[in-house]
């Protein structure tokens, strides 16, 4: 039976793009066993778009975590994470006692939340580019790697032509593209249907307009929800056929799974990202990503592998995300030197 005798915190800020926060929870019970877990919090990178700031941001994380967690763990007896509910702090402490957990009963966290994949299908996510052959030539990039499956980054004025321009490059590519909900109007959508397209992801954020959408396209409509709540309503709304699962952003990796099983149930495809952080949420993410309804390509090709504190790093190597086995728990070494000097706030308990 897992019992916390140790809890730390970690508050990161991460050396790449939109400088966002990592929060790392590290756990140990009275044998000696640690778990971590990790919660990045990012702004909105794309109008339209719900960064992760909107829940208070970066201080008010680090203060309920201070605050209740050690209340919420240190010398409470479980049996299995999902008897903990929703503790302060949301995923990462969840995230750090399902490491535990698992690695107590010597699983793998992939084989612990029910996932059956060794490996996964990869797809990488594309921003706009101040050029149409710049967008080509970083495809092309992508595609020399051994990517089978890209996500084009579009908004209204940015879709159809660097769509045209890749597909014409590339007839055979596996091309989806990411709305971010910041479209309006169905017709904008529509005529990007004619290039092939998988899928076309948060092309609104209106349900009944997604829905409209999903009838006239052949594309798969993917909805991102951050609740099994939400789920439910775009599923009764008929608001796509598949989900775009964030593993972060739910408060458990109890929930995500009853997101999954939900979305199964609905006939819906699943496809899961969560790309930011040191490698611990990522690492997460690859074992929701291992879950028998996932079948579309995930998104956990970045950040960069100089910003990670686990081995082996996290990523895609040819296209395709190995899910690791051979470890329990999360199933990679974390250097916990690395860590503390990363860090710019810590907290003992």
Known sequence: MPRVRELELFRLTLPYGRRPESVLVRITDYGGMVGWGEAVRR??????????????????????????????????????PSELGRVPGGSAADMACWDLWARMKGVPLAHALGGSRT????????????????????????????????????????????????????????????????????????????????????????????????????????????????LDEAVAARAGRALLLRPARFGSLSAVRLAHDTAVAAGWEVTCAGGLGVGLARAATVAVASLPGCTLPSDVAEPPRSAQIVTPPVGASGGVVAVPLTQPGLGHTIDEEKVRRMAKDTFRV
């Open 43 to 80: 702004p909105a990178a794309l109008p339209g778009e719900r960064g992760d700031d909107q829940e208070g941001g970066h201080e008010k994380l680090w203060a309920t975590l201070e605050e209740s967690l050690p209340a919420a763990l240190i010398g409470v007896d479980w049996e299995h």
């Open 119 to 230: 490996s996964l299908m990869a797809t990488v996510r594309l921003g706009a580019e101040r050029s149409l052959e710049g967008m080509v030539a970083r495809v092309n990039r992508h595609v020399c790697a051994g990517y089978a499956h890209v996500t084009m980054d579009v908004y209204p004025g940015w879709d159809v032509e660097p769509l045209r321009a890749v597909r014409a490059a590339y007839p055979g590519l596996a091309i989806a593209v990411d709305g971010h909900g910041a479209y309006t109007e169905i017709s904008q959508l529509e005529a990007l249907d004619a290039y092939g397209l998988v899928a076309i992801e948060r092309p609104f954020t209106d349900l009944e307009a997604s829905a409209d959408l999903q009838e006239r396209v052949s594309a798969a409509v993917v909805v991102e929800a951050r609740s099994v709540e939400e």
